[in-house]
């Protein structure tokens, strides 16, 4: 049985991804490393805890002791990199912990892998060949569009936030150990996630959370950034076509064709909510407020993800009217058992705490 470390793992894609993977691939031991910072929760794994081919560590990708003890222990044969630090508004009031994780872990865990893998640059040892090192990346490392083109692989890096900066710098290392030691590598550049298990700190869980709670829905700036939106379940099925098709050195972007703006997100979500759970007199986008723009803020990302549409065979299954319904009623359930329901009349009992 081969093993495969994903790394971040209890996050949201990572959850969704280690879930995916679990399920498809018994053939496998799934071993998941997760430091279990405020971005990871093993409530996102419940359903595949006690799977026979899947394992959980408690760890920091920064720690080379532990990663060469997992390498050895496990006998791990590849490696889905996705842990990291990813809220850009934290990379801007403290940059330092983005600089750790997504740099200094990433050349940890290439190192390790190298060291175990390779006899030299180049050379694989024996029952190592094939290995895989595919690293999870994102469209920020891009820079900002204007109002037309699309990021491909070709398109120039130029981040501009700490945040995109530190995974530009990764997909940097991740480039240099392919060059220059031949480790089978690959990279993935993916647009926005959304979907079930989301961080609540991200647009799409605050809209919903901040609506059922009857506060005021926080929109950056004008509300006309624009970004491309990509359902979770759809990147994770374009990271395992990555890791297994994907061709060595090579960069695949992975986007959802759903380019829509902050204002559209919100008001669409508030248009569900009018559906599936109504106020008594008024409409959830009463409570839109607009606050002053992040620092920075990137006016449109937007993906042309036709490499890996054309040479690999994927393709989204969700447009974005179909994952945002399933991303709203996921979201539904779980935060009406820590809101009062909208519903529930003055004076009347609130529900209790959904343990997911």
């Not at 850009?88 to 740099?103: C, H, L, M, R, W």
């Not at 620092?295 to 042309?304: C, K, L, P, S, V």
Request: glycine share 8%; aromatic share 12%; with cysteine.
């Amino acid at each position: 049985m081969k093993s495969i470390l994903v790394t971040g793992g209890a996050g949201f894609i990572g959850s969704n991804l280690v879930e995916y993977l679990v399920q498809k691939y018994p053939e496998y031991q799934i071993v998941n490393i997760d430091l279990l910072t405020y971005a990871g929760d093993l409530k996102n794994l419940k359903s595949i805890e006690n799977a026979p081919n899947y394992t959980f560590i408690n760890g920091d990708i920064c720690d080379r002791n532990l990663i060469e003890r997992i390498f050895q222990h496990h006998y791990i044969h590849g490696v889905i990199h996705l842990a990291a630090e990813s809220h850009v508004d934290n990379s801007i009031a403290g940059p330092e912990v983005f600089i750790k994780t997504n740099i200094n872990g990433t050349f940890t865990l290439l190192d390790v892998a190298y060291k175990y893998w390779m006899e030299k640059p180049f050379v694989y040892k024996n029952g190592f060949e094939g290995n895989r090192f595919l690293h999870v990346s994102t469209d920020e490392v891009y820079g900002s569009l204007g109002e037309t083109g699309l990021f491909t692989e070709e398109t120039p890096y130029a981040p501009n936030s700490p945040y995109s900066a530190s995974k530009a710098s990764s997909d940097m290392l991740v480039r240099s150990y392919f060059h220059t030691y031949g480790m089978n590598t690959v990279i993935t550049n993916c647009s926005n996630n959304y979907g079930p298990k989301q961080h609540d700190e991200k647009l799409i869980p605050t809209v919903v959370r901040k609506a059922l709670a009857g506060e005021n829905i926080p929109v950056y700036g004008d509300g006309k950034n624009v970004r491309d939106w990509l359902y979770v379940l759809d990147h994770c099925k374009g990271i395992d076509l990555g890791y297994h098709k994907g061709n060595a050195g090579e960069v695949y972007n992975i986007g959802g064709k759903n380019e829509q703006n902050n204002n559209y997100i919100v008001h669409k979500i508030c248009e569900l909510l009018d559906g599936l759970a109504p106020l008594k007199d008024k409409m959830y986008q009463d409570q839109i407020s607009y606050v002053e723009d992040r620092a920075g803020h990137d006016f449109r990302y937007a993906i042309d993800a036709s490499k890996i549409e054309n040479e690999l065979g994927w393709e989204a299954d969700e447009n974005f009217d179909s994952g945002i319904l399933k991303t709203v009623q996921w979201y539904l359930e779980k935060y009406k058992m820590k809101i009062r329901s909208p519903l529930t009349p003055k004076g009347g009992t609130e529900r209790k705490e959904n343990s997911l």
